[in-house]
């Protein structure tokens, strides 16, 4: 249902209009119409039958349109005109528990709530000297995170996997034993049968108590997947100026990437590195930095990177490794061995744990990290029978710790962990190892 903003927009509609020419692929182009890049346009395809899209270029004098939806029925003179040239979303406490698409609109088949609000799709992230230093732990429920790459509140981590490495599963822990007082969660161009599998699986009711759901499909255009993203965003901003620590959990990243690399193509853009093209890196950090602390709240966020052939160096990977505060990599090889979450603790970093980790806390991670370390330098040996016993003292104490540390490491999907529980697991691991030279007193 339209709001009176919205139906004097269209009862009174702005003097600007052109006229479809051409379409190639999804895309629109229009003559006639000197409408910004980023303006909303609606083609009227019958009477009373409109078609919204936004401005993402120019070309031979001609206005370029990525529709909303697919543009069927579209034809060679129809008329376009601008809606609005800012776009803004329509946000609330209203918004708890339910689940929306790109647009705000609520698709979970309840009544569409009441929200007075208002949010800027593309607002500028907080300036570089407002924003407060991270110093305060965020607990995600998850062990090895907590205990190992311990998080603050404000701090932007990715999760970087292959595909069916247990990405979603790991997400739905986080949203349901995090200890953020909400959770956003964007599933941008997920399939359509596991939009339900997370929500009533891997979130569950408690999850969804005190979380919004932003969901794109794969089917649905590139800009609709682009737009997810900035909606799940603007979403997590309006309650961090609520002065509520914030959780944003997006899966995935790449995805995000590919729709603006499909935008970007039909813009015109040439492709550069792997085929994407340059705004697909312009877009990655204005994304990304819209998270953080600001002088009201924090939105710590998650971003998950599906990495193509499990390889960590690819375009989109080492692009946003370079712009995140962290990264967990999730193992193939740990989650073949029934390992879950599969999280390769030497393969990941958390940037901030220095900051928000005391020093008995982290003397101990460093110590677990050393003996699982030293494990996997000699496991082949030890494997075949090659390795003699007294060689090396501290893969000795990794081998007897081993069983301790891989059951630190697991956690049943429901079972939560706090904080302070993951931290005093280590130290247990820590007193039982006879080499540590740094035990915590």
């Known amino acids: 249902m339209l709001d009176v903003t919205e139906q004097l927009e269209r009862a009174m509609p702005t003097a600007l209009s052109g006229t479809v020419v051409r379409t190639v692929g999804t895309t629109v182009s229009v003559a006639g119409l000197p409408a910004p890049v980023g303006a909303v346009v609606e083609i009227e395809r019958a009477p009373g039958e409109l078609l919204d899209a936004e401005v993402i270029g120019f070309k031979d004098h001609l206005t370029l349109l990525s529709p909303f939806r697919e543009p069927a029925g579209v034809r060679h003179g129809h ?93 739905g822990m986080m949203s349901r034993y995090t200890a953020a007082e909400v959770i956003v969660t964007a599933l941008i161009g997920e399939r359509g049968r596991e939009v339900n599998e997370f929500i009533e699986r891997d979130l569950g009711p408690k999850g969804l108590a005190k979380s919004v759901v932003v969901v794109a499909g794969s089917d649905e255009p590139a800009l609709v997947r682009v737009q997810a993203a900035a909606t799940a965003t603007a979403i997590a901003e309006f309650f961090r100026d609520q002065s509520k620590d914030v959780l944003l959990l997006m899966d995935s990243l790449t995805r995000f990437a590919l729709a603006q690399r499909e935008i970007g193509l039909a813009a015109g853009e040439p492709p550069t590195t792997r085929g994407y093209t340059p705004s ?162």
């Open 79 to 171: 008329r376009a005109r601008l809606r609005r040239t800012a776009r803004w979303l329509r946000v609330g406490d209203a918004m708890l528990g339910r689940v929306f698409d790109a647009s705000g609109q609520a698709v979970d088949g309840k009544p569409q709530p009441v929200l007075p609000h208002r949010a800027a799709f593309h607002a500028a992230p907080p300036r570089p000297c407002s924003r407060p230093r991270i110093g305060t732990p965020l607990s995600t429920g998850v062990r090895s995170i907590d205990g190992l790459l311990t998080c603050g509140k404000g701090q932007r981590m990715g999760i970087f996997s292959g595909s069916g490495v247990g990405k979603s599963v790991l997400l």
């Open 280 to 441: 697909v890196f312009a877009s990655l950090p204005k994304l990304l930095e819209r998270a953080g602390r600001s002088p009201r709240g924090s939105i710590t966020a998650f971003y998950t990177v599906l990495v193509e052939a499990d390889d960590p160096n690819e375009p989109v990977s080492d692009a946003v490794r370079g712009l995140l505060d962290g990264h967990t990599w999730l193992s193939r090889r740990l989650a073949a061995q029934g390992h879950y979450p599969a999280v390769d603790v030497l393969k990941s970093l958390s940037r901030l744990m220095p900051e928000v980790a005391d020093e008995e806390h982290r003397a101990a991670a460093v110590a677990v990290r050393e003996l699982l370390a030293a494990y996997r330098d000699h496991e082949d040996l030890i494997s075949i029978g090659a390795y003699r016993r007294g060689s090396n003292p501290r893969v000795d104490a990794a081998t007897d710790l081993l069983d301790d540390i891989r059951g630190f490491l697991r956690q049943p999907v429901d079972r939560p962990a706090t904080l302070e529980e993951a931290r005093e697991g280590l130290l247990r691991i820590c007193q039982k190892n006879p080499q540590q030279n740094t035990q915590p007193k």
